[in-house]
DNA sequence: TCCGGCACATGACAGAAGTCATGGTCGCCG
DNA sequence: CGGCGACCATGACTTCTGTCATGTGCCGGA
């Protein structure tokens, strides 16, 4: 039996994660857990052999939990599972030492050989990903980030502004460029699309 | 055995979900859709007891879906099961037919008895929302919404002028009236908050 | 060392966005 | 019928946005 702990913020996903993996025969679903903080305890205390995770939880993200469990319980592996298929995420869950990668939209097969996979040593990354980790690179500057993820909240350049302490021009001009970089009309279209990309 | 359909579009939860009702004994799993429009297909062949489907999926939403097998299946009763607790979806919800509404977020024990609740003629709200049901109704007129929704999306008013046959003076006016009546500072606040709301 | 490339920064100007006053149509109620 | 309210529609006016020309400082390669 593969002894499993599951963390993931929604009540009913996670429920349901458990019962796809218990209805294979050969997993045991030792623990459950809503947040990034209870996973951890729950990995102390129970030494699992795999840790499967979601990244987007309340106190502490899937990322984090993954670099705590590798110093605090090293002998659990960690498989990280997720709506996004942004490549910063991958490099980041591969830099803190998760085993594996998976999207949530990827068939629910694969899910139960990746964790077989990744508790007999091997490493489970996502194939739709892969591919994707080496495609286009985020051509944003900081200043242009920054900026952007301000205007696509709804913030004037005005605002933006005076929160960065710069002139009202630099601040359009960095939307600018941030629009002829993104390909798109205006302010609005360009947020959606780093947004889309991962990148804000 | 109750015949259920499971309209998702993140292929993991779906198989997920399915797992977790057949793991019950008294369900049988007939469908499986990744979109809207699949789903109606699927219900229209089969006629199952119960669909059960998200709201946020490609090609037709889960509100769209309940409108149309309502009356194209209406021996099917439908249970929206989404990430959003938004009042405004709920009334659609309902108007457009649903018999069920339920969070991603509750547990996953609940969704077995809301199938059976629904399938043997009940309503099964989610208690989270029930109480939020009844706040602040939606202040949009149609008109609002179509334009805000467009300019959401980061089309020019001229642009939206073109599409609707309008002047381009009357659509910044019904994207200052839905500004105004949201309390946002300009069109990028007012479509976060309405699409917060559930009102887009 | 000198130069080119890059990110950062600014202001002037044309064009788009937001506000306001105004008027039309429809349905509803006294 | 007449008045009222809700929604739809428009143009004039002001404010905000997006673009462009321009300039600075910094780093790495010839």
Redesign the pocket.
């Known amino acids: 039996m593969i002894r499993v702990v599951i963390a993931e913020d929604q009540a009913m996903v996670l429920g349901a994660l458990a019962a796809l993996l218990e209805i294979e025969g050969d997993f045991d679903v030792v623990g459950r857990a809503a947040d990034g903080e209870m996973a951890l305890t729950l990995c102390m205390e129970t030494k699992p052999d795999v840790l499967l995770t979601d990244i987007e939880m309340p106190k502490m993200t899937g990322l984090e939990l993954a670099a705590a469990v590798r110093k605090q319980a090293p002998g659990t592996r960690v498989i990280i599972l997720t709506t996004f298929a942004r490549a910063g995420y991958l490099r980041r869950a591969l830099d803190a030492g998760a085993n594996g990668y998976l999207l949530k939209d990827s068939p629910a097969e694969r899910l139960a050989n990746a964790v077989r996979l990744v508790h007999q040593g091997g490493r489970a990354i996502d194939p739709e990903l892969a591919a994707e980790a080496w495609s286009e690179p985020d051509p944003l500057?900081?200043?242009?980030r920054q900026v952007l993820r301000m205007?696509g909240d709804g913030?004037?350049?005005?605002?933006i502004?005076t929160s960065?302490r710069?002139?009202?021009?630099?601040?359009?001009?960095?939307?600018?460029?941030a629009?002829?970089k993104l390909g798109a009309?205006?302010?609005?279209e360009a947020a959606r699309i780093a947004r889309e990309k991962g990148w804000l």
Request: charged content about 25%; aromatic content about 4%; cysteine-free.
């Open positions: 500057t900081d200043r242009e205007a913030q004037t350049s005005a605002d502004a960065l710069l002139s009202e021009g630099t601040v359009r001009n960095y939307l600018s460029e629009i002829s009309a205006n302010r609005i």
